[in-house]
């Protein structure tokens, strides 16, 4: 709809990322503004307010280079509080910016603004940014993209053109109803009504619109496809009929080489893929559907597409050609594009992974029941209503900032008894699991880190109520994926087939049904870090955490001062 605004944006933006870099060959200051608003807007045949950023749905793209500081001032014109996370970006001793409401912040408030720095580091690829409150980032979202600095380039041959793939979800109800809904009931969320790419069901929809994406290609020419799964609640899979795809990067660090007929993308995650335009001239649908590994709920099974239209005269097939993609219950799928990604541990863009761990953890992720309010009936199993948990601790989020209670010593607003292990064990991944494990505690329990610590974190996936995927995200670091399995994690074996070479650096990870996955990292980004389940719903339902990182001795190991226009609560 506002394309026209994303173009004089980002033409804008170049040349002052031009001007910037001829002044000062090192890093840049890139400015943006944000305004929250209420717009209106129509899908499916019907029209509903959506919250936006300027306007715009999807939200502008920031454009920035490798180690870039960009400074996003956002202003809340809507009557709702709210937060904006930037994805990816590890803001370096600097939380403050980080967004998840009532961890690193209070809400910008309507009628209020927030000045957030996002200091980019070694993060290169594809990011993007959305909102952290509610469930507002459904339609407050866009991408972040960290080109290589000037001077610099990929590694792989420059494409012909980069092309934004944001895969997102609509309901015909106004969103925050939606959420509102679902809480009250006790049950699962309604399921959205269409898929979208770049803000477009496509033409399997009805009101199918002329602004559905159309990528105009060269034959013989390569395309960079910035993607990203914007959606809510579930995993994805990608194709483009006839074109092999290549994956090139994810989370905003590259990857090596893998050739793929589909592309399975969690929620929050992003991949970088190179399409070749090498087949005959016609016209092809990119398309994504939902992977859904439960199969007791309700979702959405509807396929959204996008058109790649080759340059030329030719004689089109009546329609464009449609790709094969996984059923949406294939899990295999799913977890063998997960594992096989691997980094490119090239001497340019080396990969540095712990070795010596001094921190070992095993974190359940299920899902539970608690008890409906007293004489009403709620629509979770049993009449129970839904819950989830780490470690069998539904989180309980303050109402005030974690971040800000920890670097003023405010005592009572959470605690540090975040377990190491889970407090109970059983058999995670057994079917029939008994009812008495369904019930989780709750807390707001934090652990805490000292700087340099390096941490190796085992999820585990449990079969407890169900067992789904969990697409866990941690702030404020990128991660080493090491190993996954489906099963219990076996402390004795399954270490030995641990990929320490080239294991991808991610900031999102898919945990397999009913399966683990291992992952590593160096505590050397002080800060209070949100780390959930990147499905709302699971979010929702309190499967979140927060690791504090302590200052290190040195200067430069130390948190920085907060800016002066904190929001307050
Ligand atoms: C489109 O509309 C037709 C006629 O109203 C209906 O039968 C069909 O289910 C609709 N398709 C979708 C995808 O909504
Ligand atoms: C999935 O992979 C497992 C091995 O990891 C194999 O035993 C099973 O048959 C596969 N299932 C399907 C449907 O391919
Ligand atoms: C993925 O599946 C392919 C084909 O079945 C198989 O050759 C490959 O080993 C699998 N990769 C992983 C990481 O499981
Ligand atoms: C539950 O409903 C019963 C019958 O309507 C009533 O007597 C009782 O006080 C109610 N309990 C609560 C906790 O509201
Ligand atoms: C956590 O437990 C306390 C005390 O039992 C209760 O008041 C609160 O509502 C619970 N929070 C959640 C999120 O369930
Ligand atoms: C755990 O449960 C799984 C699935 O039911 C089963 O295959 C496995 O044998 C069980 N493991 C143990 C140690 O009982
Ligand atoms: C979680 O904690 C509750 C309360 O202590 C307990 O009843 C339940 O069995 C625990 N579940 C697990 C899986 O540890
Ligand atoms: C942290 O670890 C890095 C890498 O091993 C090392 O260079 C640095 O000296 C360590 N700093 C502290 C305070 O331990
Ligand atoms: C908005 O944020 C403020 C500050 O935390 C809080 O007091 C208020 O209840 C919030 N409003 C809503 C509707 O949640
Ligand atoms: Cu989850």
Redesign the pocket.
């Known amino acids: 709809m506002k394309t026209d605004m994303n173009v004089i944006h980002v033409l804008v933006l170049g040349l002052f990322v031009l001007l910037g870099n001829m002044l000062q060959s090192q890093a840049a200051l890139v400015r943006y503004n944000f305004v929250i608003q209420e717009t209106k807007y129509t899908r499916l045949c019907s029209s509903k307010n959506i919250l936006t950023v300027n306007g715009q749905y999807p939200g502008p793209t920031i454009s920035a280079r490798r180690g870039d500081t960009v400074i996003v001032d956002v202003i809340n014109k809507a009557s709702q509080n709210i937060t904006i996370h930037w994805h990816g970006v590890k803001l370096p001793r600097y939380p403050w910016s980080d967004g998840p409401e009532f961890i690193t912040q209070c809400p910008i408030q309507p009628g209020t603004r927030f000045s957030q720095k996002v200091v980019l580091s070694d993060e290169e690829g594809t990011l993007w940014w959305h909102a952290h409150s509610d469930w507002s980032r459904a339609t407050v979202h866009g991408l972040l993209v960290v080109s290589p600095k000037i001077g610099t380039s990929f590694p792989f041959p420059k494409p012909h053109a980069e092309v934004p793939v944001i895969l997102g979800d609509w309901w015909k109800n106004d969103i925050q109803t939606v959420m509102e809904e679902f809480m009250t009931n006790g049950g699962d969320p309604a399921p959205s009504d269409a898929l979208t790419i770049n803000g477009q069901p496509g033409d399997f929809y009805n009101c199918s619109r002329p602004e559905t994406t159309k990528v105009n290609v060269d034959s013989g020419k390569t395309y960079l496809l910035r993607m990203v799964n914007a959606a809510m609640n579930n995993i994805m899979f990608f194709a483009i009929a006839d074109h092999q795809l290549t994956v090139v990067g994810t989370d905003g660090a590259y990857t090596k080489p893998l050739k793929a007929n589909y592309v399975a993308i969690s929620p929050g995650q992003t991949i970088d893929v190179l399409l070749v335009a090498n087949q005959p001239r016609n016209r092809y649908y990119m398309a994504a559907k939902l992977y859904n590994s439960n199969p007791r709920s309700e979702f959405d099974d509807t396929t959204t597409t996008a058109i790649i239209e080759y340059n030329g005269k030719y004689t089109p097939s009546p329609s464009p050609i449609v790709p094969t993609l996984p059923a949406f219950n294939d899990r295999n799928a799913s977890a063998n594009f997960t594992s096989s990604l691997r980094s490119l541990a090239s001497r340019v863009h080396p990969i540095d992974v712990p070795m010596t761990i001094t921190r070992k953890f095993l974190y359940t992720l ?1 899902i539970n029941t608690l008890p409906c309010a007293s004489n009403t009936t709620c629509l979770g199993p049993r009449h129970n209503r839904f819950a989830a948990s780490i470690n ?1 601790i539904t989180f309980d989020a303050p109402r005030t900032s974690i971040l800000g209670a920890y670097y003023r010593g405010v005592n009572g607003v959470y605690g540090d008894d975040f377990p190491d292990n ?3 064990i ?1 058999n995670y991944t057994q079917d029939n699991l008994n009812i ?2 369904e ?3 709750n807390g707001t329990e934090v652990k805490v880190l000292k700087y340099n610590d390096t941490v190796e974190l085992v999820f585990q996936g449990t079969n ?1 109520v169900s067992g789904v995927d969990h697409p866990m995200h941690l702030h404020g670091y990128s991660f080493y994926v090491v190993g996954s399995g489906f099963g219990n994690f076996d402390r004795q074996r399954d270490p030995l087939n641990y990929n320490l070479v080239d294991p991808p650096l991610q900031q999102t990870i898919a945990v397999p049904q009913n399966g683990w996955t291992a992952i590593r990292f160096r505590a050397n980004n002080p800060g209070v870090w949100f780390m959930h389940c990147h499905f709302e719903r699971h979010v929702s339902w309190g499967m979140e955490m927060v690791f504090i990182v302590r200052n290190g001795k040195g200067l430069d190991e130390r948190i920085l001062p907060p800016p002066s226009d904190m929001p307050k609560c």
Do not use: E, H
């Open positions: 299920s069998n889970p407090p109970f059983f008495s494990l019930t989780p505690t407890v």
